[in-house]
């Protein structure tokens, strides 16, 4: 199908950017990877009168390392991710989760910022980004503020985003002694979750302190368990308790349904993906949680 017709901008600044998508309101939408957008304007649910390509500022890219930090620009793409030895180091659940993102076409082009900002449902960053406790840093003509992951993520394809802002980058916290795994059974032809979870565990003298457990693909929008992430203190694998976090992080929840899995068994994908994320973080050896499960 061919999308209505629209004009096309490319800003030469992130401010121009800003006044241009205030201007003209909801008429006007920004790109960045386009992967997304591009789909919905061909079918349709999307027909903004005014594309603002976004993608090639230089105020969106970027990759920099603070004291305790590290700052990713919006429109750093998957595979940059994937394949950056100095975020492999520091932050590993990010190139595990990017190598599952999609195909290589997507992941060269798609970009961390209008992945969070589009929320599908079944996207990869946003577990991520609320499993590493992530910042969102937000801008608009009026300002820019911050908004943590744990409270971006507001329904299906709903975000805390306001009209006319845009996300310039991602901050995420740096901290000592982590173990981290993501576990995703991908949908065989869009490679998007069916479901996956990324759990990240923390370690004081070899014993886990604590954690952050986070689901993609089972809900309305990603969420994170924090119900149940009191129990990774002290969590070594207890078959018990590992029952009980998996009761804790589903119970309640209502499932995604579709032709490929209904909600029983999307929930039981969601209950098998967090086990195996577990057994994963909790692993001394590499971990296999870059593995792509499929169908």
Not at 31 to 42: I, Q
Not at 87 to 105: C, E, G, K, Y
Not at 197 to 202: E, G, I, Q, S
Request: hydrophobic fraction near 50%; charged fraction near 20%; charge should be neutral.
């Amino acid at each position: 199908m061919i999308p209505s017709a629209f004009d096309y901008l490319r800003p030469n600044s992130l401010s121009e950017a800003l006044s241009t998508l205030a201007a003209h309101g909801d008429a006007a939408r920004a790109m960045a990877g386009g992967h997304s957008l591009l789909p919905m304007m061909k079918l349709r649910l999307a027909t903004p009168a005014l594309l603002v390509d976004i993608n090639e500022l230089r105020e969106l890219h970027g990759i920099r390392f603070g004291s305790g930090e590290v700052v990713i620009g919006a429109a750093t793409t998957h595979a940059t991710l994937e394949h950056d030895p100095a975020v492999a180091r520091v932050l590993p659940l990010i190139p595990a989760a990017a190598h599952q993102i999609a195909d290589p076409t997507v992941r060269n082009r798609g970009t961390l910022g209008g992945s969070l900002a589009h929320a599908d449902p079944s996207a990869d960053w946003p577990a991520v980004m609320l499993a590493l406790d992530a910042t969102m840093d937000v801008a608009s003509p009026a300002g820019s503020r911050l908004v943590a992951a744990r409270d971006f993520f507001a329904g299906l394809f709903e975000t805390a985003l306001r009209p006319g802002e845009l996300i310039v980058a991602v901050r995420i916290p740096v901290k000592a002694d982590t173990r981290v795994a993501y576990r995703k059974f991908r949908h065989p032809a869009s490679g998007y979750a069916v479901a996956a979870v990324a759990v990240v565990l923390t370690f004081e003298r070899g014993a886990c302190s604590g954690g952050r457990i986070a689901v993609t693909g089972v809900a309305d929008h990603a969420f994170r368990a924090a119900a149940a992430e009191p129990l990774l203190a002290g969590y070594a694998g207890q078959p018990d308790r590992t029952a009980r976090l998996l009761d804790l992080v589903f119970g309640g929840v209502v499932p995604l349904e579709d032709r490929f899995a209904d909600a029983s068994y999307r929930l039981q994908l969601g209950r098998t993906m967090l086990r195996r994320a577990l057994a994963d973080a909790l692993s001394p050896s590499p971990s296999p949680s870059s593995s792509k499960e499929a169908a």
